[in-house]
């Protein structure tokens, strides 16, 4: 029988939660933090509403392949917060689901055996991502 865990999904509490034995998940985390400016990326959280990205040419996350990244820049995106352009959301939410869907599919390979286990992916989100629920991973 599957485990449901609703309202959670900060990348390394799904990452948790699936060691636990968790199967299926429903979180408005990414599109809702995209339409307020935040990004999840491979290096932690970009809140493009700070100044820091006013002139900041790179994309989002640099090895992303998504069309957000390879086509728009964090100034760019940032500009569109600034005067209020709901393309700005859009690109966040669009680029938020292509990270949730990438991290997704690398715990499927991890729990099928195609990497050597969840430990390598827990680990380097742990370096830039704070768990959220207390306890889950005992």
């Given amino acids: 029988q ?8 900060e990348p390394l509490d799904l990452v948790d939660a699936v060691t636990c034995g968790v199967d299926l998940f429903d979180c408005v985390i990414p599109t809702r933090h995209g339409r307020n400016g935040l990004a999840y990326t491979w ?5 493009l509403r ?9 994309p989002l996350d640099p090895g992303c392949p998504c069309d957000t990244c390879r086509t728009y820049s964090r100034m760019y995106i ?28 690398r715990l499927k390979q991890a ?20 768990p959220t629920m207390e306890g889950i991973a005992g």
């Fill in 111 to 130: 729990i099928e055996g195609k990497e050597p286990s969840l430990l390598p992916l827990r680990s380097q989100l742990a370096a830039s991502y704070q």
């Fill in 2 to 9: 599957p485990r449901y865990l609703m309202g959670v999904g």
């Fill in 78 to 105: 940032r500009h569109l917060f600034q005067v209020g352009e709901l393309l700005g959301l859009r690109l966040l939410s669009f680029h938020n689901l292509w990270f949730y869907s990438t991290l997704m599919s």
């Fill in 43 to 47: 290096a932690g959280r970009l809140n």
């Fill in 50 to 58: 700070h100044a820091a990205y006013v002139a900041d040419p790179r």
